[in-house]
């Protein structure tokens, strides 16, 4: 329910945002690649001024959340290996209990409880 709200709260005024900022920002602007001849068409692209707002968030939330994955890379290597750690100790406490009861039912002792 808290997700719900929260999700509304944030994501509503978002897109109204984002609507207004369509709408607002229509007028078509060329994007020029060459810095010294700039009405060269080749290594230009026109589009309405949002779309190129756009791109620009989508391109910073792609390089942010690169850069966060890549930042979190050793906390990631340092689960795994305690991940192979943990199960490789977990199979030697089964290996040795099984020693245990093995051993147990030879010597006809009662065997262990878990």
């Known amino acids: 329910m808290l ?3 929260i999700n509304i709260v944030v994501l509503v005024p978002l897109g109204i945002i984002l609507v207004l900022l369509s709408v607002a920002n229509r007028q078509t602007v060329t994007f020029a690649l060459n ?6 068409r ?7 001024f949002f ?12 390089l942010g959340a690169a850069a966060t994955w890549f930042a979190q890379g050793k906390y990631r290597r340092r689960a ?4 192979s750690e943990a ?3 977990h199979r030697e406490a089964e290996k ?6 093995k051993l147990a039912a030879q010597a006809s002792l ?5």
Not at 51 to 62: E, P, R, S, T, Y
Not at 110 to 114: A, R
Request: charged share 15%; proline share 9%.
């Open 51 to 62: 779309v190129f707002l756009f791109l620009a968030v989508i391109l910073g939330l792609v």
């Open 42 to 48: 080749v290594l230009s692209v026109s589009a309405p």
């Open 87 to 89: 199960l490789k100790w």
């Open 35 to 40: 810095p010294f001849n700039t009405a060269d």
């Open 96 to 101: 040795q209990r099984s020693q245990a009861e």
């Open 3 to 5: 997700k719900k709200v």
């Open 110 to 114: 009662p065997s262990p409880q878990n």
């Open 80 to 83: 795994r290996n305690e991940a």
